[in-house]
């Protein structure tokens, strides 16, 4: 494809200093991915087609998304026929994508954006009409990735026949570094075999988690067994709570606004789960929160993490290259309640006084050292705090 890349020495030697981790080039996602899914909005229905994905791209241009940090445009399940060619290649679905997925891919790039694709690390993908998966043909399917103009892989794990998930994983990702095309390759194993403690380069991230859904009770559980694994993220390697669903109408605004906040501050993959083409501007009002954003893409890659948890009202902070830390106070009660921490607890340095930037209200006071907030029932505020000159 026009922006393939040549082929580069991969060997283990190079890892220190480097940027490469096991061969695994970890400066491929310095941050986290941000970009847009299909699954959570459309499943396997029909509507997840070409013209989607080509509407997506336009709109990721003329909304500011792509300024704004997203740039995958990421491919899920579906998108090939239930059986491989002659040749035992994947085909892509004629229907949903007539023109081919390089064509796509070539569409997507032309945007200044990059493409993603799907499969599953099993003989066959998660849905129940039976596309057929990677499992023994992880090099065949990687080859013919790079040759679409690949960026990024989400690999899956049903029908993996009882396999060893180590084994798999590596097996794919060994054959995609053989391609000598850069891709960032999310592991998908839904956390079942704590893929913390070995995916770090095997994969650029992995879920820690279950399938997220469109409800209140669902994100939060998920964002609390994410909280809990701050340790194990960093640059190049990252904790994945699942995909966003800001928009879809499961939960209110302000519930959504407390969905991209977590993920801001545990600095998880921010990919959009929604139909871009039919969202709200409140919807579009958060997903456009730079401030916000700025917390998860901050170069110094450091998942926040509680510092004090108490009857549902909890405090996270985030440490950020600048010094300072980003600050969330989250109520996950059906009450409104007032949220208090200090500097000192968030564990900034003794100072004169504070800058207190409000990352939802755009403002910015001075304080002694005192932060707070009454927060609304499932709401968070969001602050990035900074020694004061």
Same mark, same amino acid.
């Given at each position: ?32 991915? /941000? ?18 994905? $080509? *509407? ?21 399940? =579906?998108?090939? $026929? ?5 040749? #035992? ?18 569409? &997507? ?6 493409? #993603? ?8 993908? =998660? ?30 794990? =049903? ?5 060893? *998930? ?22 998908? @194993? ?14 650029? $991230? ?27 993220? #960093? ?5 994945? !709570?699942? /995909? ?10 302000? @519930? ?8 801001? &501050? /545990?600095?998880? !993959? ?8 039919? %969202?709200?501007? +409140?919807? /579009? @009002? ?5 401030? &916000?954003?700025?917390?998860d893409q901050d170069p110094l890659g450091v998942q926040g993490a509680p510092v004090r948890s108490e009857g549902g009202l909890h405090v996270l902070a985030k440490p950020l290259a600048d010094g300072g830390r980003g600050v ?26 504070? +800058? ?10 001075? =304080?002694?050292?005192? %932060? ?9 505020? %969001? ?7």
């Amino acid at each position: 494809m026009s922006d393939q890349q040549p082929a580069t020495d991969l060997g283990p030697d190079r890892a220190a200093g480097s940027g490469l981790d096991h061969g695994l080039d970890l400066s491929l996602a310095p941050t986290p991915p /941000m970009g847009w899914n299909n699954w959570n909005t459309t499943n396997d229905r029909p509507e997840f087609n070409e013209e989607m994905v $080509l *509407a997506t791209a336009d709109f990721f241009v003329s909304s500011g998304l792509r300024d704004a940090g997203y740039v995958y445009i990421n491919l899920d399940d =579906c998108w090939a $026929l239930p059986e491989r060619d002659r040749h #035992g290649d994947l085909v892509p679905d004629p229907v949903r994508f007539p023109h081919g997925i390089a064509a796509v891919a070539d569409y &997507v790039h032309s945007k200044g954006l990059k493409f #993603g694709i799907y499969t599953s690390a099993g003989s066959h993908t =998660c849905s129940p009409v039976g596309f057929p998966g990677a499992l023994d043909h992880e090099e065949q399917d990687a080859l013919l990735f790079a040759s679409y103009g690949v960026d990024y892989l989400k690999y899956d794990n =049903c029908h993996n026949e009882g396999r060893d *998930a180590v084994q798999r994983y590596t097996r794919m990702r060994d054959a995609l570094l053989a391609t000598g095309r850069p891709i960032v390759y999310s592991i998908c @194993e839904w956390g079942q075999n704590s893929p913390w403690t070995w995916a770090r380069g095997v994969g650029h $991230l992995w879920r820690t988690t279950g399938d997220i859904e469109d409800t209140w009770a669902s994100m939060l559980a998920i964002a609390k067994q994410n909280l809990a694994l701050a340790e194990y993220a #960093g640059p190049g390697h990252w904790n994945d !709570p699942d /995909m966003l669903e800001v928009g879809n109408g499961g939960m209110n605004d302000v @519930e959504y606004r407390s969905h991209f906040s977590l993920w801001a &501050v /545990m600095a998880a !993959p921010l990919l959009i789960g929604s139909d871009l083409r039919t %969202v709200t501007p +409140q919807t /579009m @009002e958060i997903l456009l929160n730079t401030e &916000v954003i700025a917390l998860d893409q901050d170069p110094l890659g450091v998942q926040g993490a509680p510092v004090r948890s108490e009857g549902g009202l909890h405090v996270l902070a985030k440490p950020l290259a600048d010094g300072g830390r980003g600050v969330a106070l989250f109520n996950e009660t059906d009450q409104a309640a007032r949220i208090v921490t200090t500097a000192a607890e968030v564990g900034l340095p003794a100072a004169d006084g504070y +800058q207190v930037r409000d990352l939802w209200a755009h403002e910015t006071q001075k =304080c002694g050292g005192t %932060v707070e907030a009454e927060v609304p029932a499932h709401g968070t505020a %969001v602050y990035r705090v900074t020694a004061a000159d």
